[in-house]
C-alpha cells in the first residue's frame, strides 16, 4: 500500500520560512514525477512545483512561487522536500504531495497524480 506523508506545515510570519517534506513508502518514485500542490480555502487545488526523472532530475515551478521555493527530493530517504521562503499571507494553504510512478508531461495537472497525502496546513500571518 503506497502511503505519502506530509509534514513540516505551521503558522509563520510574512517573510518566513518553512520546510515542507513528504515522505513515500509502499514504492519508490526515483524514475518518476513528484509534485507539491496547494489548496486555500474556497479555490481549487493549483500546482505549486514538480520534479520529475529524465535522464536526469528536473525541476518546474508555478510562476508564483518561482523564486522564493525550491523542491528537491532524497532518493535514499524516499522522501520529497519544498523549501519555502520570503512567505506571503497568499501562500496561506493546505498543501499536498502527490506521487506518480512514471515520467509524465503534464506535471502540473492534478490528473497526472496516482497518489496523493493526507495535506498540511501551512498559515502566512501578515
Known amino acids: 500500500q503506497v502511503q505519502l506523508v506530509e509534514s513540516g506545515g505551521g503558522l509563520v510570519q510574512a517573510g518566513g520560512s518553512l520546510r515542507l517534506s513528504c515522505v513515500a513508502s509502499?514504492?519508490?518514485?526515483?524514475?518518476?514525477?513528484m509534485g507539491w500542490f496547494r489548496q486555500a480555502p474556497g479555490k481549487e487545488r493549483e500546482f505549486v512545483a514538480a520534479i520529475r526523472w529524465s535522464g536526469g532530475y528536473s525541476t518546474y515551478y508555478a510562476d508564483s512561487v518561482k523564486g522564493r521555493f525550491t523542491i528537491s527530493r532524497d532518493n535514499a530517504k524516499n522522501t520529497v522536500y519544498l523549501q519555502m521562503s520570503s512567505l506571503k499571507p497568499e501562500d496561506t494553504a493546505i498543501y499536498y504531495c502527490a506521487a506518480r510512478q512514471y515520467y509524465s508531461i503534464t506535471y502540473y495537472n492534478t490528473n497526472t497524480y496516482d497518489y496523493w497525502g493526507q495535506g498540511t496546513q501551512v498559515t502566512v500571518s501578515s
Open positions: 509502499g514504492r519508490t518514485f526515483s524514475s518518476g514525477t
